[in-house]
């Protein structure tokens, strides 16, 4: 094990390597005529394959010999540590030990070798999602730009979650260039992992950051910022036209929305055009979550909501339809026909259906409570809770009755929702 150790810790040492992948092989796959076996280097991409069963060889190996690590050389140490991470990206011991042995002061070089190794790390696809990663390379941040003390007085007019040491901006902002570079980074790995919370919480932080720089520490002037942030709308709606199920993406829109000063047309404007794209998806919650969020912050007028609601003929229809009282009556009323067994397309378009309906009904009932157009009552939350597709749900007997005040309080809530 010691002479892979050597081995492995050479090509790290030696290739520019910017992207890891681990795999499996087979036992009895014959070994090939290739200097860097058992590890497949791809110096042209500037990739590298680590067998998986190798791997887990070097991890027992190096944790055992990291029991003793102060008999190690700091630098050996820092190699060590470097391969149990490719195993375990969450090894809080080996993080531990390497932001003891990574000076802070004049040692700018080993600093951003420590971001290299975490872009590194979290390009592999399952290290994409490590919150100790993330948290990791934020420190590195720390360390190359100084951030200011926690003791920071916040404006009142400031929310609680930024008023967050994590938060603070730092002392030396950090230049618009190296901004976006991280953001483009960091979308990778927004990409490779689904609805990666901890990838997007970083990204909140990179933005407060370059938002939130003061005008004596900034390296960019204000129209900077401003085209900065264009960008990153521009981004934003590309990546949510692929991922509209990610919530986490929607969740730092609407953190983005909230935090960034742009005029009300083009606060407006983006709004809208996160809407056009969640709205093609009514089935998912995505879109409603977006909604109820924009309208209970007040961020737009309510009677801005229902334009924008009915603006998408899709949803718009969805409306009209439920509006039809025999529609009505008929969804709220009787279980879907479709059975859970019969998995055709009508069977599926049904599901989708229904489950869009039914979503809809939610976040209309819970708005209109929140703005007291409805009464909060426990049997229409509970029957909007458990009147969700799939049919079996819908056919079992635990189903609540849908009372004639039932159906009363919801239809004329809706009606409060149409556009005419």
């Not at 102060?70 to 932001?99: G, V």
């Not at 600093?111 to 919150?131: D, G, N, V």
């Not at 159906?407 to 809706?414: E, G, I, N, P, R």
Request: aromatic share 10%.
């Amino acid at each position: 094990m010691e002479s892979l150790y050597s081995h492995l810790t050479h090509i790290l040492n030696t290739f520019p390597i910017s992207e890891i992948d681990i795999f499996s092989i087979p036992i009895d796959a014959p070994a090939p005529a290739d200097e860097h076996h058992p590890f497949l280097l791809f110096q042209e991409n500037h990739q590298l394959a680590i067998p998986k069963k190798v791997l887990l060889g070097l991890y027992a190996h190096l944790t055992q010999k990291l029991k003793h690590h102060h008999h190690h050389s700091p630098l050996e140490t820092l190699h060590m540590t470097r391969i149990l991470l490719i195993q375990n990206p969450d090894h809080q011991t080996a993080l531990s030990l390497r932001r003891k042995l990574i000076p802070h002061n004049d040692h700018q070089e080993l600093l951003k070798k420590e971001l290299e190794l975490t872009s590194l790390l979290l390009s592999i696809s399952s290290h994409a999602k490590s919150s100790s990663l993330w948290s990791h390379r934020r420190w590195v941040f720390h360390a190359l730009f100084h951030q200011a003390p926690a003791t920071r007085l916040c404006h009142d007019d400031e929310s609680p979650i930024l008023q967050d040491a994590i938060y603070q901006p730092h002392t030396h902002a950090i230049p618009l260039t190296q901004i976006e570079k991280e953001l483009a980074f960091n979308l990778t790995a927004c990409d490779a992992y689904p609805r990666n919370y901890y990838a997007w919480f970083h990204r909140k932080w990179i933005m407060h950051q370059l938002i939130h720089s003061t005008p004596s520490s900034a390296s960019s002037s204000d129209h900077e910022k401003e085209q900065a942030c264009d960008s990153e709308r521009t981004r934003l709606l590309h990546f949510l036209s692929l991922h509209p199920r990610d919530h986490s993406a929607t969740n730092y829109i609407s953190f983005l929305i909230t935090t960034t000063t742009i005029p009300h047309a083009t606060r407006v404007k983006f709004i809208q055009d996160v809407y056009t794209i969640l709205a093609q998806y009514p089935q998912y919650e995505t879109v409603w979550s977006f909604l109820k969020f924009i309208t209970i912050s007040r961020t737009i007028t309510i009677r801005e909501m229902v334009v924008l609601l009915n603006s998408h003929p899709d949803l718009s229809q969805l409306l009209h339809s439920l509006n039809n009282d025999d529609n009505f009556s008929m969804f709220v009323t009787h279980a879907s026909s479709a059975s859970g067994g019969h998995n055709t397309l009508a069977a599926q378009e049904l599901q989708v259906r229904e489950r869009s309906l039914i979503l809809c009904l939610r976040t209309l009932y819970f708005i209109g409570s929140h703005f007291q157009w409805a009464e909060w009552t426990d049997d229409v939350a509970l029957f909007l809770l458990l009147r969700l597709p799939p049919p079996a749900i819908l056919s079992s007997p635990d189903q609540p009755p849908f009372s004639h005040s039932l159906h009363t309080k919801l239809k004329s809530l809706l009606e409060r929702f149409i556009v005419r």
